[in-house]
């Protein structure tokens, strides 16, 4: 018998939604009266590429991400637990926005949530 083979979150949404997503999030974020000056002067371009290929490993797709570690790469930006709430605000609104389960949706946030200690630094 062949083994069960479990669909990860990833294959779940898809890359095209995943990809639609991020572009849509980093759009709103950039505007946001509360995330949205960490984002002056940045290359959004290479955050919204960098952080496709990140949400890609992180909801078990191909690891393809090649940036620096995460706690390295917000560390200088002194990130606090409700900018990082705000950050989930954001995220939930667009995946809801855009029209995904529920389920699927939760599931992400889940996994993101996961990373607040590292990104906030608590």
Do not use: C
């Not at 669909?7 to 639609?20: K, M, T, V």
């Not at 989930?88 to 990373?115: F, S, Y």
């Amino acid at each position: 018998m062949s083994p069960v083979h479990k669909q990860s979150l990833y294959d779940r949404i898809g890359p095209e939604f995943l990809a639609q997503a991020i572009r849509e999030f980093y759009a709103r974020a950039q505007k946001d009266l509360i995330i949205g000056h960490f984002f002056i002067n940045l290359d959004i371009n290479h955050i919204v590429a960098m952080q496709i290929d990140f949400a890609t490993a992180l909801l078990g797709g191909p690891r393809n991400y090649r940036g620096k570690p995460l706690g390295v790469a917000h560390r200088n930006l002194h990130l606090r637990p409700p900018h990082f709430g705000r950050r989930q605000i954001l995220l939930k609104e667009v995946l809801t926005d855009l029209g995904l389960a529920p389920v699927l949706r939760d599931a992400w946030l889940d996994l993101e949530e996961q990373l607040k200690p590292v990104i906030t630094g608590s």
